[in-house]
């Protein structure tokens, strides 16, 4: 077993862990009640709700969570149809938003009007979304959905779709020119009260509160009042943060990107090729810090590193261009040995060591307990590395959360219990773990 990464649990269940058939059934009905197909004007949308009563829109990289859970199902025709929806309210120049409200005129709080362009407030009865942006996981569903079918016109068809969106992301949010992406709000990392940010909101409480969250809400009225214009937004400088796990995405998406360009002869492959390379070297260079052995956020113009242990300290290790001496020194310091991450149900989304820690339920969620999403996400590197015992322990974990609270949104790392929303959609990527697929690699 891999020394220090822990299985022993003070709150052992004493009942079987679901069988894989089980588990395959509870995701395809959980996934089928979510699932909404509708029409709106000239639109016709097909989406999973990531919960039914917590999260009912369509939200931009939980699509992509859901063609992993649909593929792994067999169900590629919704899977396909989940892509085209979310790409329906594409703009002109690429841009795709992290919400879409295809029938509600109102966010889940009132606050998140300030995450829609001016413009858009004006419609709200009509097909609408936000002004931010999710982690661009978009390419490598896509290609995920080639892989299981072979279907290379639908691969035709999201192309150019996809090289627009990838392209706004380019001209958009690589302020620098480094390669490497910024967001411009918490939400935009898809993991909202992240403590990393903690520093550059001014917040130096600990565990979130609602100073926290006035915090947050300020920056947003404040890219609201001046109409999402990035240039003043990145001129202004209260939130440009380079996300360790979005540009990590950022960059395995590129390279999904160029392997789909490839594949239908587009000679755009070499381009996105290239930036993933920039991504991946940039990432090292400036995310990199070799005495904690950690990747760290990056904060405003001076793109400091911001010292906080997230869970997303290791995700730049599944990348093929870092060095094999750097993924292993992070892997055994963080993953694989005590230090903060060390718990009976890993991985915890912060280091247990961080004074911002919180296990338990909360409005501030990401701040201390386990997602699936994280096991997934290095379920597959570890798999392809040789990891295979540690591999199987981050399955057995989720197993045994599923197990002992069923699908929730997140879970206690220390004792299992379930919090958040219910029926929660992306624990069914646990699915997607068991199927052992492989990264996406075009055969
Ligand atoms: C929460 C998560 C975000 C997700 C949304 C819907 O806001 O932080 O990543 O997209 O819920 O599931």
């Known amino acids: 077993m891999a020394p220090g990464m822990n299985t022993s649990s003070k709150n052992k269940i004493t009942e079987p862990l679901l069988t894989d058939e089980q588990i395959t059934e509870q995701v395809r009905r959980i996934l089928y009640d979510n699932m909404v197909e509708g029409h709106n004007g000239r639109y016709t949308f097909h989406y999973t709700k990531p919960s039914p009563g917590t999260y009912p829109f369509q939200y931009f990289w939980d699509t992509c969570f859901h063609v992993h859970v649909l593929t792994a199902l067999g169900e590629h025709d919704m899977a396909k149809k989940h892509i085209r929806s979310l790409f329906l309210l594409q703009e002109q120049d690429g841009f795709i938003g992290h919400i879409i409200y295809w029938k509600h005129p109102f966010p889940a709080r009132l606050t998140d009007f300030f995450q829609l362009k001016p413009t858009s407030v004006l419609r709200l009865t009509k097909p609408h979304m936000t002004a931010l942006v999710q982690p661009p996981l978009v390419a490598e569903a896509v290609q995920r959905i080639y892989q299981h079918t072979k279907d290379i016109d639908f691969v035709r068809e999201m192309l150019p779709k996809l090289k627009a969106y990838y392209n706004w992301l380019h001209q958009n949010r690589n302020f620098e020119g480094e390669g490497l992406l910024s967001i411009i709000s918490p939400y935009e990392s898809g993991m909202d009260w992240k403590a990393s940010f903690d520093p550059v909101l001014g917040f130096k409480r600990g565990k979130g509160d609602w100073r926290l969250f006035l915090k947050v809400l300020w920056l947003e009225m404040g890219n609201f009042r001046c109409g999402y214009d990035l240039e003043s937004i990145y001129r202004q400088d209260n939130f440009i943060v380079k996300d360790v796990a979005f540009n990590t995405i950022y960059a395995q998406n590129l390279q999904a990107l160029s392997e789909l360009c490839s594949l239908t002869g587009d000679p755009d492959a070499e381009e996105f090729k290239v930036r993933s390379d920039q991504c991946c070297e940039s990432i090292l260079k400036y995310m990199y810090n070799s005495e904690d052995e950690a990747f760290y956020d990056l904060a405003g113009h001076r793109m400091e590193q911001l010292r906080i242990a997230a869970a997303t300290i290791f995700f730049p290790v599944v990348l093929p261009n870092i060095p094999i001496k750097v993924s292993e020194a992070v892997l055994q310091r963080h993953l694989l040995h005590k230090n903060g991450f060390h718990v009976p149900y890993p991985i915890p989304s912060l280091s247990v060591q961080e004074a911002a820690f919180n296990p338990d339920e909360s409005v501030y969620i990401w701040r201390g307990p386990t997602w699936v999403v994280f096991n997934w996400f290095i379920h597959r590197f570890l798999l392809r590395k040789g990891y295979k015992e540690e591999a199987n322990l981050l399955l057995t974990s989720v197993k045994k959360l599923i197990?002992?609270?069923?699908?929730?949104?997140?879970?206690?790392?220390?004792?299992?219990?379930?919090?958040?929303?219910?029926?929660?959609?992306?624990?069914?990527?646990?699915?997607?773990?068991?199927?052992?697929?492989?990264?996406?690699?075009?055969e």
């Open 403 to 442: 197990t002992q609270s069923g699908f929730r949104e997140y879970y206690d790392p220390f004792t299992g219990q379930g919090h958040g929303a219910n029926d929660f959609t992306w624990s069914g990527l646990v699915l997607d773990m068991i199927v052992g697929n492989t990264p996406n690699e075009v």
